[in-house]
């Protein structure tokens, strides 16, 4: 009965975890969806705030060196 409880816990906690990294991925690409494709700030921006969000999904923290950059964008 132990047994099954804790193979129980393990596995919703395993899919759990997926959920998470599912959701940031949802979450950047709705950031990456709201940048407006004809400004040149955009452009200039695109690869520092894709290497941070890439960051943040794979590390589940925020890329301190493009933060900056990344806010310029979303709060000109």
Not at 2 to 28: C, K, N, P, Q
Not at 45 to 74: D, I, K
Request: charged share 20%.
């Amino acid at each position: 009965m132990l047994s099954r409880t804790a193979s129980e816990l393990f596995w919703m906690a395993r899919y759990l975890e997926r959920a998470e990294s599912y959701a940031r991925v949802l979450d950047v690409t709705w950031k990456l969806s709201m940048i407006p494709r004809h400004s040149q700030q955009s452009r200039d921006l695109a690869l520092p705030l894709n290497l941070s969000m890439t960051h943040e999904v794979v590390s589940g923290a925020p890329c301190p060196l493009y933060h900056e950059q990344s806010a310029q964008l979303f709060c000109p």
